[in-house]
Structure formats: C-alpha cells, structure tokens
C-alpha cells in the first residue's frame, strides 16, 4: 500500500455509528446455555460480555463480502488486505447491563495505521465503543481489528510463545472446542465470518489448519472466569490480546494465576503454547 491508498483509509477516522438493541431474558438464556458450566452468574446483572450478541448490523447477503464479513467501505474503511480478525481490546465496566433494557452501542473509529510485519503488510483500525443500557453509560470499549495479506503463517503461532508450564497457572479449565459451540456463538453475534464454520474456506483460503475459535468467545470464557474466582463480582477494567490463532477439535484450557484484585489470565491449546493472552482487575 502507498501513502495516498493509507491516507485514503485514513479519512474514516471520527466516523460514528449508532446501533440499539433490546436485551431480553431470550438471548441471555441462549447465551447461557452456549457458555454451560464457564458461565458466570451475576445476580442482577446480564452476564458480562453479552453486549457482543447486541447491536450487530444485520446486513443482507449480497451485502456480504467473499469472507462472510459485511462488504468493506461501510462504517469500516475499505482496507485491501484479505485477511481481517480481531487482534485485541479493552473494556471499562461502568455499571451493569440489565436484562429486559435497551443497549445502545455508540462506534466511532479512532484510529487507522499501517505497519510492515514479519509477515507483511497489516492495517490496524481502531474502535471505540460506548455502551449503553438505557440512559446509562454501561461500559467503554476499545477494540483493534488488523487487517493482513494472504500467508501459510496463519498456520502457526503469531508469536513465539514457548509451551506454558501448568504450575504458572493457579486455576486451569478445559473446554471442548466444538463445532456446535462455534456455530452457537457465530449465531448469537450474528457473526458470518467463515473461518468459524466453513472448513474447507478456512484451510484453502486463509490458511488455517481448521476452524477458528472466535476471539470474543475466548476472550468472554476468561472474563466469565474471572469474575467466578471473584464471587461473581462485576470487574473494572478487562484488557485481551489474540497472540495465535486458535482452532477446533479437542479441548483447550483457560488458565488464571495472581491476585483477587488483579489477575492474569490465558487461553492455551492442546499444545500448552498460549492463544490469546489477558488481564482483568476488580474495584
């Protein structure tokens, strides 16, 4: 890409959109029963993470691209690089969502920018999300999508990360990476992402050496963790990054060491070598 193709993308930056959504006793049930026993149940509060089964555009399918993913140049810019994903995010909890309120989701893109990696060319965009439940500012979201060209290297860890010695985790749980459990959570976040559910587009096309398990559902496994290590507290501040793909078939582990006010959290696949790595801190 050039300066002008980058300085093109980088004219989405300050576009808003505004998407709202009720939260009914429906999707929370749904959303429950997709997470099982990793659910964790906070009285009076809607199970936390659940604002990424709200508020998604319902876009038509010739308004999808090759992907499955809404076609690009929308409230995304157009970026040219095939591949997109979530590379990480953090979330400020406020107060709680309420079942039965209306979520409104406030988007703006904060930032777009363009870097040479080992692998390539990559394009990070920038979201910030405020999250409503009814007049009340609910949560802050930060989220970083990376945008990255066609290579076998989705077949590896993005990063070198040496096999994870089970004594450094204080709590491990192992989850059954299913092909059920990826179509329920592509569905409830109206996700048409094929890499979570087209086999052969996932191998042949993207490179990966089978379904992707979904950045957002790993990244909610280890909040849901978290806060059961905690009584169920509501926490504060969540921040997660995606350091290798993680794919179907087997179990993999969700992992917890530190404090209760502070704890580090991981997700490891068969191999021990970790996924997507987090942190979450509780008032």
């Known amino acids: 890409m050039n300066e002008s193709e980058v300085a093109h993308l980088r004219q989405w930056i300050g576009r808003e959109e505004r998407q709202s959504e009720q939260l009914t006793s429906g999707l929370v049930e749904r959303f429950e029963a997709t997470l099982g026993t990793s659910a964790a149940r906070i009285d009076g509060h809607a199970p936390l993470a659940i604002h990424w ?3 998604q555009p319902a876009i038509a399918a010739e308004g999808l691209g090759p992907d499955g993913h809404p076609a690009r140049g929308g409230f995304l810019p ?17 107060a709680p969502l309420r079942t039965g309120e209306l979520v409104t989701r406030i988007s703006r893109i904060a930032d777009v920018t363009h870097k ?17 439940s009814g007049d009340t ?5 930060r989220q970083n999508i990376v945008y990255r060209a066609m290579d076998k290297l989705a077949e590896q860890p993005a990063h070198s990360e040496p096999a994870v010695d089970a004594t450094a985790a204080d709590r491990s ?14 569905a409830l976040t109206f996700n048409g992402h094929r890499i979570h559910y087209d086999l052969d587009y996932a191998r042949e096309r993207e490179g990966y050496q089978g379904l992707v398990v979904h950045g957002p559902l790993q990244a909610t496994l280890l909040l849901h963790m ?8 509501l926490p504060s501040h969540f921040a997660y990054r995606g350091v290798a793909p993680l794919v179907h078939g087997g179990t993999f582990s969700l992992n917890a060491a530190g404090t209760a006010d502070r704890i580090e959290l991981w997700t490891a696949g068969r191999d021990g070598a970790r996924r997507m790595t987090a942190n979450v801190s509780f008032a």
């Open 226 to 233: 978290a806060a059961r290590l905690n009584g169920n507290r």
């Open 137 to 141: 500012v609910a949560l802050k979201e």
């Open 53 to 55: 089964c709200l508020t």
């Open 78 to 94: 157009p970026v040219p690089l095939p591949r997109r994903m979530w590379a990480g995010g953090e979330l400020s909890f406020i």
């Open 116 to 132: 040479l990696g080992r692998s390539g060319e990559l394009v990070f965009v920038t979201v910030e999300h405020d999250i409503l």
């Open 173 to 186: 749980e192992m989850v059954e990476a299913t092909t059920t459990l990826l179509f329920r959570y592509s």
